[in-house]
């Protein structure tokens, strides 16, 4: 199905199940949202909030979880003056409610019927969607190799921190604004990727994130028709 087939489709009902703090300014959301059709693991979704007045905002945001029934997760990170994110992150309970749609995008995913390597490669909350795909193989019993680079300003600054240190794939975690080991803060550079003979690369994350990253795979010989890139606008 097209996207603009799923936005045609229309709104559904979503009703907050839990919610979960992932940093200070970050938290997952739980949903229930019957008849949720199911996605796949890198997709995203819109979300609409409504006021009583009737005026409405809409924001897209990635799923953090494989399809679970009608059961959904977003994890979303605080935007200053962001009328949706703040609203989410800092008010919304459970039983509280909203509207979602979706799934959209279909190119940003990872399937775990395919057995090659995959390099993930994330920047600030462009780690949703490939925590997505993480979770997917597990769920699935894949043994495809993942490998993952996380950037990221200090450690209070990771998602899902525990579940990440608990992989049973090769996760590196860069910070750019605090010194760890042998590696000073800084921005990802070639030396921070590893020599990984991966079949697709997925970077995710702030539009120059994801450009420099791409420019540094595609400078040690990584084939272009093997990376897939999602972009938004700056996290930090």
């Known amino acids: 199905m097209t996207e603009t087939a799923v936005r ?7 009703t907050v199940h839990a919610v979960r703090s992932e940093t200070p300014v970050a938290r997952t959301i739980v949903i229930d949202v019957p008849g949720w059709p199911g996605h796949l693991a ?3 979704v819109d979300v609409k909030l409504t006021a009583e007045d009737g005026y409405s905002a809409q924001r897209s945001y990635s799923l953090a979880a494989p399809a679970d029934g009608e ?11 962001g009328e949706v994110s703040e609203y989410l992150v800092d008010e919304l309970l459970p039983t509280d409610q909203f509207e979602i749609r979706g799934p959209v995008g279909r190119w ?3 399937r775990p019927s395919d057995p090659e390597p995959v390099l993930l490669v994330a920047g600030g909350s462009g780690i949703v969607p490939l925590m997505a795909m993480i979770r997917e193989r597990a769920r699935a019993g894949s043994t495809a190799p993942f490998t993952l680079v996380y950037s990221v300003r200090g450690p209070s600054d990771v998602y899902y921190a525990d579940e990440l240190a608990a992989l049973d794939i090769d996760v590196t975690i860069l910070y750019t604004r605090v010194a760890v ?10 030396a921070d990727l590893p020599p990984v003979d991966a079949a697709r690369v997925y970077v995710c994350g702030p539009t120059g994130f994801v450009e420099t990253a791409s420019e540094l795979l595609l400078a040690r010989g990584q084939d272009p028709a ?3 890139t999602e972009r938004f606008g700056p996290t930090g």
């Open 108 to 110: 940003f995913t990872w």
């Open 181 to 190: 080991g042998t590696r000073r803060a800084g921005r990802i550079t070639a």
């Open 42 to 44: 890198g997709q995203h």
């Open 71 to 81: 059961r959904v997760e977003l994890t979303v990170q605080r935007v200053e003056d």
């Open 8 to 14: 045609r489709r229309g709104w559904l009902a979503a």
């Open 226 to 228: 093997t990376i897939r």
